[in-house]
């Protein structure tokens, strides 16, 4: 059951606080509901649903005009603004009703004209269903316990012993103007009803007060519920959003099936170098006991509860089986390419009904239902993976209950494909380039250390996903933090330890589904002569330094080998390796055999597409060197410590973040490999030959 999170103090405080204006205040109250409706996945995710108020205000000339303030897109309910709510005209959209049709361009077009404010965002798309309903407050939501109802093959019927009056239903319209005139009219038909449900799409609740309009869509979920599991004699499990513990197979499943559709979106896009998908596993208990049922290949055929989900997930998912796993990679393909075959059969003739024709999308599955393991949500990021997968989660749920209550009916695939290939959203194909790393999932040892996270921003910042390895667990969380824990991950492990390099390469899969590039990084440094060199502390000294590098790089190239899709590797080598300091040689000796490692792995995995770089940095600001060092080194020299840090033929310091970006460079140079580039401002001595 959904809970009323309505809080009548908190209420009066944000009516308050918006000032003495009553569309302000009402305006601020719908914000508040909006807020509480998007906090709960159970009712709406990722941008879906969408919100209103009517109001009114004046114009420039002082005179009074009613204005509809509706959720902008491109924002979220869960934590929308004042201004992600823009205000528009309502007289306008309520002549605009007299048409008899209005094209989806026309009307993004016309709705435009009527903002008060001309750079707000557009309007949602069902700006006209809200406009034309008479409801002061209006809330949309797209519930998976009321999915469950709307995509029952007798859904009205339902309705009425459910709800009686209350809710009237409304025959499935694509968004946009015709929805929004059918709603109109079935309103207008039950002037009695307190909501609408949009038959194989959604819910609406209305009220004259905000409370009350919120309220409506818990009471309505909750009636809701109690039906379907009575009817199922189960009671509804929520939509999970978390991530169970993956299975153990997933490590060997997903970059297997990675690479599959890494080389499907190789031929699809003509692109050698096109990413593979991100990959988001859900297992769960939730999930097993689903993709156990007898009937998921009929499900995985019946569509998606509610048609936003589409562009996310596709109508289908893959479905791989026990037997498919067991066949292997073979299997596998095949598999994905019946799927390619069958989301083309599904494009042509649809794409024929269309005289300015339509641009196929990409075939290749978004969304994965594996026997045993979980649900795959897949995208070009680990965000639109994640997206996927939710709503991968929530679908389960309504199909589970739907089927076992009367039959999982939604919108079929002509309809879908509208959506699909809606032409507003045709229009921005190509037009929005994805970073230029989308797509890469980039692991990086020491990542919570200077150089480590650096690089880790200096990734994320060109779009890739990252799973920071590092041995100090609070030095990593804080890490994630500033990065973004929701999207990115990490393990806090010893990478000196035998197992370390699969340990953390399988939680990456488990993560991201594979991974792209290695940044190996970690590194310490022991100071003292060689003659009195303790042998205990050059072998520890060759475990983080040489060992390391090695084992993470050799998981690394195997996994890369699985996936099938070339990859790189990328080492911090240092300047110890070429031009040895005094005192270091515990340092400079394994430094010196990564460096040799780099050229030999670059030399042996090249034929496989797998690239292996590495930098040479000099005198960054680090674990390694620290204050009291920088200190230590400028006094023993007989000069300042900025001198000291600036002491190259640049005469500048060299930060972390140089390093950073010269390791982003290596990764964006498609045909550099083998290739050690100096960061240190420059050394004649230190130079490479
Ligand atoms: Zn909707």
């Known amino acids: 059951m959904v809970q009323s999170l309505w809080n009548d103090d908190q209420a009066q405080e944000i009516a308050r606080d918006a000032g003495a204006n009553p569309a302000d205040q009402d305006l601020a109250l719908e914000v508040y509901a909006s807020r509480l409706i998007g906090s709960n996945p159970a009712l709406v995710q990722h941008g879906g649903g969408n919100t209103s108020c009517k109001a009114t205000r004046r114009d420039l000339f002082g005179r009074e005009i009613e204005v509809l303030h509706i959720k902008g897109s491109g924002w979220d309910l869960g934590n929308i603004e004042a201004e992600g709510m823009p205000a528009v005209r309502l007289d306008p959209l309520l002549k605009l009703r007299a048409l008899d049709r209005l094209s989806d361009e026309d009307m993004v077009n016309a709705v435009r004209g009527t903002l008060l404010n001309s750079s707000a965002p557009n309007p949602s798309v069902e700006v006209l269903l809200h406009a034309y309903l008479p409801h002061k407050f209006i809330n949309h939501t797209h519930a998976t316990v009321m999915l469950a109802l709307a995509d029952l093959p007798n859904a009205a019927k339902v309705v009425r012993e459910i709800f009686g009056d209350r809710i009237a239903c409304v025959p499935f319209f694509m968004p946009g103007f015709a929805l929004a005139k059918a709603a109109a009219k079935v309103a207008e038909a039950h002037p009695e009803a307190e909501g609408l449900l949009l038959l194989k799409h959604g819910h609406f609740a209305f009220a004259q007060e905000a409370k009350q309009a919120y309220e409506r869509i818990i009471e309505h979920t909750n009636m809701a519920e109690r039906w379907l599991e009575n009817t199922r004699g189960t009671p509804v499990k929520k939509p999970s959003t978390t991530r169970a513990p993956a299975p153990s197979a997933a490590s060997d499943i997903l ?33 097993q006991e689903f993709l156990a049922r007898p009937d998921i290949d009929t499900l995985a055929t019946r569509g998606v509860a509610t048609p936003d989900h589409v562009i996310r997930t596709k109508n289908r998912p893959l479905v791989l089986h026990t037997a498919d796993i067991a066949g292997g990679p073979d299997a596998i393909k095949r598999a994905v ?13 649809n794409a024929a009904r269309f005289p300015e024709g339509k641009t196929m999308l990409n075939p290749a599955p978004t969304l994965a239902w594996i026997e045993g393991l979980g649900l795959v949500g897949m995208g070009l990021d680990a965000k639109a993976a994640a997206i996927a997968a939710d709503q991968a989660q929530q679908g389960i749920v309504a199909m589970a209950y739907g089927e076992d209550c009367g039959g999982f009916h939604p919108v079929g695939e002509a309809e879908i494909f509208d959506m699909e290939y809606w032409s507003l959203e045709q229009a921005k194909l190509g037009k929005a380039k994805p970073p230029a790393l989308a797509g890469r999932v980039v692991l990086i040892t ?3 250390g200077a150089i480590g996270l650096a690089t880790a921003k200096a990734f994320a910042a060109k779009g ?21 824990a929701k999207r990115h991950a990490g393990a806090a492990l010893d990478i000196t330890e035998e197992d370390a390099a699969t340990r953390a390469i399988n939680a990456c899969i488990e993560r991201f589904g594979g991974l792209d590039i290695l940044v190996s990084n ?35 190239a195997r996994l890369f080998a699985i996936q099938g899709h070339g990859g ?34 670059a030399l042996e995995l090249g034929a496989a597409g797998v690239r292996v770089n590495g930098i040479n940095a000099d005198r960054i600001r680090s674990g390694l060197l620290d204050d009291a060092f920088i200190k230590e080194r400028a006094r023993a020299r007989g000069i300042d410590e900025a001198t000291y840090m600036a002491g190259n033929l640049l005469n500048r310091e060299v930060e972390a973040s140089h390093v950073a970006d010269a390791f982003v460079t290596l990764a964006l140079s498609p045909r550099t490999t083998a290739h050690v580039m100096t960061v240190d401002g420059g050394n004649i001595e230190a130079a490479l030959r």
């Open 337 to 349: 390419d019946a799927y390619i075959d069958n989301y083309k059969a599904y494009f042509t003739p």
């Open 464 to 484: 890739a996903d990252i799973f920071l390895v590092d041995l100090d667990e609070a030095a990593l969380a804080q890490a994630l933090d500033t990065l973004g």
């Open 568 to 601: 790189q590797i990328l080492f911090n080598v240092s300047k110890q390796a070429v031009n040895p300091g005094k005192n270091f040689g515990a340092y400079g000796l394994p430094k010196a055999a990564t460096f040799f490692l780099l050229r030999q792995l």
């Open 446 to 448: 020491g990542g919570a």
């Open 255 to 287: 970059p297997l099936l990675r690479g599959i559709l890494g080389q499907a979106n190789a031929e699809f896009s003509g692109n050698i170098d096109a990413p593979m998908p991100v990959m988001d596993l859900r297992a769960g208990a939730n999930v």
């Open 522 to 556: 970690a590194g310490a440094a022991w100071s003292g002569a060689m003659k009195d060199m303790d042998d205990a502390l050059l072998r520890k000294s060759f475990e983080l330094n040489f060992f390391a590098h090695q084992k993470f790089a050799s998981a690394a």
